[in-house]
C-alpha cells in the first residue's frame, strides 16, 4: 500500500472508530472475559513494568493488566473519543492520540505491548511492528491477539467497511518480526482465539540504527 493510501486509511479508520465509540464501550460476555484474561496473562507481566496498550479503544484491557501491578500503562490509539472514555474511566493511564506507526516513545522504554483485537486494522504493519520492537526492552514482549479468533476477523472482512486484514500465520509473523529482533515463543491459532507472542531478543540492541534510518 502507497503512503498516501495508508494515511487515507488512517482518516477512515480514525472517523468510524470515533462514530462506534457506545458500541465498543459495553460489557464484554464472561467468556470473552476470559479469554482476554489468557491473553493478558500470556505477556507473563511482573510488577513494576511499562505496559503499552496499542488501539485500545474504549480500554477493555486495562483491568486485566492493573491485575499485575504495572509502574504505568500507556494506551495509544487513533480514535480521540475511545481515548476520551480511558481517561474518564482510568485517570491514572498516560494517553497517546496516535497511530501505533507513528507514534514516538523513548527506544527500549517498554516492557509488553499489547495489540488486542486491532492488528488487522493497521494499515502498514511492518512499519507497526518496526515501531514496537523500537520501543521494547531487551526481554519485552509483543503480544498481538484476538479474543474471537481468525474466523471472526475474516467474517468482519466481508460484513464491515472498516480497514481490515486476516491475521499473519506462525510463518508470517516469524518473518516479519525476526529481522526486528524479536522471536516468536507463543502462538495459538485456535476456534475463537488468535495470540502471538514475541519477546525481543537480548542481544537485539544494535538494530536500533536500522530502526531509525528505515
Ligand atoms: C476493535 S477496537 C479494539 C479495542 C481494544 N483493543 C479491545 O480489545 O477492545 C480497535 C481499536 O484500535 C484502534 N486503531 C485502529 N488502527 C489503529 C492504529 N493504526 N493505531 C492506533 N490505534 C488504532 C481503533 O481506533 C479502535 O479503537
Known amino acids: 500500500m502507497q503512503p498516501e493510501e495508508q494515511k487515507q486509511v488512517a482518516v477512515h479508520q480514525r472517523r468510524r472508530f470515533n462514530e462506534l465509540v457506545d458500541v465498543f ?15 493478558v496473562s500470556a505477556a507473563r507481566l511482573r510488577r513494576g513494568e511499562v505496559v503499552l ?48 506507526t507513528l507514534l514516538t516513545l523513548d527506544a527500549a522504554s517498554v516492557d509488553v505491548i499489547f495489540m488486542n483485537a486491532m492488528y488487522g486494522n493497521i494499515a502498514d504493519k511492518p ?21 474471537e479468533g481468525r474466523a471472526f476477523v475474516d467474517q468482519l472482512r466481508v460484513t464491515s467497511d472498516l480497514f481490515i486484514e486476516s491475521l499473519p500465520t506462525r510463518e508470517e509473523f516469524q518473518d516479519l518480526v525476526r ?7 507463543t502462538y495459538r491459532d ?10 525481543k531478543m537480548r542481544n537485539a540492541g544494535n538494530l536500533d540504527f536500522e530502526f531509525q534510518n528505515a
Open 179 to 185: 529481522p526486528l529482533g524479536l522471536e516468536v515463543v
Open 53 to 100: 496498550d496499542v488501539g485500545t479503544g474504549v480500554g477493555v484491557l486495562i483491568p486485566l493488566i492493573k491485575f499485575y501491578h504495572p509502574s504505568v500503562i500507556l494506551v495509544c490509539d487513533l480514535a480521540e473519543k475511545m481515548l476520551q472514555r480511558v481517561r474518564e474511566k482510568y485517570p491514572e493511564v498516560r494517553t497517546y492520540h496516535a497511530d501505533i
Open 25 to 39: 464501550d459495553t460489557p464484554q460476555p464472561p467468556d470473552v472475559m476470559e479469554r482476554l484474561g489468557q491473553i
Open 190 to 199: 485456535e476456534h475463537q482465539l488468535y495470540l502471538m507472542v514475541a519477546r
Open 127 to 147: 512499519h507497526a511492528c518496526q515501531n514496537a520492537a523500537q520501543m521494547l526492552r531487551p526481554g519485552g514482549r509483543l503480544v498481538v491477539s484476538h479474543p
